[in-house]
């Protein structure tokens, strides 16, 4: 059965103090590992999609990095705006999407 | 270009009862999903709908149903609701072709 499981749970920053957010995950066949944000009361919006060991990819202030066994979301000087839950998720060989219970990120002025 | 879009925002029901949760795709994307979202968790997937068929099914009960039209918008109908039940239902389409999902701003279930 595939996992994911992110830390930390809560992440209260002040503006301009950067930070990582970790996704550690256990899955067949990684297809893909996706990052989306989600602010409250409303959907997902997607972020990143990482494909396998090694690739990163950046927007904006956000940068994700991905290793065999964990994903980084880096958040470089963030703003008050990047505050948000941050949801991690995994799609291996069931074809089915395994969401992790995300961090919500605080970044005070 | 309109994202994906729900229906209806927000839903009270009773125990027992029937409801259908409606949901249109973002233009151009074939493959509509469902996920369930319980307060302070994680989405969990229910199933999938591609070519007006049910491609993919997470572990959910029978009393979860699912149709996708010819235009590739989709209904999910939960039958015999449970309290449990209640919680934020999200949508989300992809082309058949791309992992990116982009969701809509769900329906908010609430069953006493």
């Known amino acids: 059965e595939d996992q994911v499981t992110q830390s930390p749970e809560a992440l209260r920053l002040q503006e301009g103090e950067s930070s990582s957010l970790n996704c550690s995950y256990t899955?067949?066949?990684?297809?893909?590992l996706f990052w989306y944000r989600q602010d409250p009361g409303k959907g997902p919006e997607f972020l990143f999609t990482?494909?396998?060991a090694g690739e990163e990819k950046e927007k904006e202030r956000l940068k994700a990095t991905l290793t065999k066994k964990e994903s980084f979301l880096h958040i470089t000087a963030p703003k008050p705006e990047d505050s948000a839950t941050y949801l991690c998720a995994v799609e291996g060989g069931s074809y089915i999407p395994t969401f992790g219970r995300g961090t919500s990120l605080i970044v005070h002025p | 270009d309109a994202g994906v879009t729900q229906s209806p925002t927000h839903l009270i029901k009773t125990r027992g009862q029937q409801v259908t949760l409606r949901c249109s795709p973002k233009s151009g994307h074939d493959t509509v999903s469902w996920y369930q979202q319980a307060l302070g968790q994680g989405p969990q997937f229910i199933f999938q709908?591609?070519?007006?068929?049910?491609?993919q099914r997470g572990n959910f009960p029978d009393r979860f149903s699912g149709h996708q039209f010819p235009n590739y918008s989709s209904e999910l109908n939960v039958n015999a609701l449970l309290l449990g039940d209640s919680a934020l239902y999200l949508c989300?389409?992809?082309?058949?072709?791309?992992?990116?999902?982009?969701f809509g701003p769900g329906t908010r279930l609430t069953v006493t």
């Open positions: 989300a389409s992809s082309s058949g072709t791309q992992y990116e999902q982009y």
């Open positions: 899955v067949s066949g990684l297809r893909g």
């Open positions: 990482l494909y396998s």
């Open positions: 709908y591609y070519e007006e068929e049910e491609r």
